[in-house]
């Protein structure tokens, strides 16, 4: 005869003893809800509204000051002056996967890419759809729809971010579910596959004699660097007295002059990687890193970062009508400067309030 235990099989006590207490699950760490990350997405998505409005108006100059200054000089400006944006993108995104909700399995990145490449289809459809309507396409509309599949002809020039965004994400996802102890082995598959599409694709097209598009899914080093540096500086504590934030704009205004000076004389459009921009999104970072959002404004800031991914999607549509119909590279300067603010601001209010409508009709996992 054995001697029985404490607790059996089916966790009841034994006879005659007390049963056994039964761990508390441990309750879920509560994330503080960072409405200065909400501030910062809604900036950033005026920020390449603007950027886009100015880059109209340089190329309807012809990207030279001769063939018309005002349009070119205001639209120059205006284009640098959201240059800041795209960075502040890929720090965010870093942060989120890092940081603010990082991933706990495979499972749940998956359902994050999907809720980007979903979107991502349907609008590369509908600005087929809009190009061949308005004749612009420039190439058949199957011919565009099988190119966007390798991202390598774009339908509409914006979404090359979410070509690079998506695979950052999965990269960094990766890392943190290995260091966690997972084996994201699904995950680990498409990660090669997308390092080895490009030359899969080339030697393909050599061999083949096809006219293969150029595998444009992947993402350069800076995108990788501002993605985990970035997460770095925004999980920083509020260390700053309130006072020393208002020397950011500074250092702010001198990078966003050389950036007009560069884009002038050396090279149009600065790359991304550019020492100037990394200035420039840094001190626009820092200037509101952990500032305080008053509590009646709350949730309409939040409503408002919420809609700015549908916005970046469709901004570029609404964007290309109005500066179809209202710049002309003979504007005078003053003219030209209020034109650019006017039609930044039209296209945000357009924008925000179609993404706005959409997300009351449920209609953001498609439209995001």
Known sequence: ????????????????TAPAPRPAAEPRPHREHRYDIDLI???????VILCHTGSA?????????????GTYWAGLVADSAGRFAVPLFFAMAGWVVLVGAPVRDGRQLWRRIVRIVV?????????IAWGRLRGTNGAPAGELALDALSASIRPAYHLWYLYAYIPVIMVLGFVALVRSGKRPWGLGTAL??????????????????????????????????????????IALPAVS?????????????????????????????????????????????????????????????????????????VHVLVLGVLTDVLVDADLSL?????LVLGVTAATTALSFGAALLWTRLGLTRLLG
């Open 1 to 16: 005869m054995t001697m029985s235990s404490s607790v059996s099989r089916a966790g009841s006590a034994a006879p005659g």
């Open 192 to 233: 090669l596959v997308l390092a080895a599409a490009p030359t899969l694709f080339g030697d393909l097209a050599r061999t083949t004699d096809l006219d293969l598009p150029r595998f444009g899914w992947g993402f350069g080093p800076y995108q990788l660097i501002y993605a985990v540096l970035g997460a770095l500086l």
């Open 119 to 127: 979107p991502l289809a349907v609008w590369s459809a509908l600005y």
């Open 334 to 338: 003053p003219v030209a400067a209020a």
């Open 41 to 47: 997405r809604l900036l950033c998505s005026v920020g």
């Open 241 to 313: 007295p309130g006072r020393r934030r208002l020397w950011w704009p500074l250092p702010a205004v001198a990078a966003l002059t050389a950036i007009v000076a560069y884009q002038h004389e050396v090279h149009y459009t600065i790359p991304y990687a550019s020492v100037l921009v990394a200035l420039l999104s840094a001190a626009v970072l820092f200037s509101l890193h952990r500032v305080r959002v008053p509590g009646r404004l709350r949730p309409a800031l939040a409503r408002l970062s919420g809609a700015s991914f549908g916005a970046y999607m």
């Open 57 to 69: 108006f340089v190329n309807t100059a012809g990207r030279e000051a001769a063939n018309g200054p």
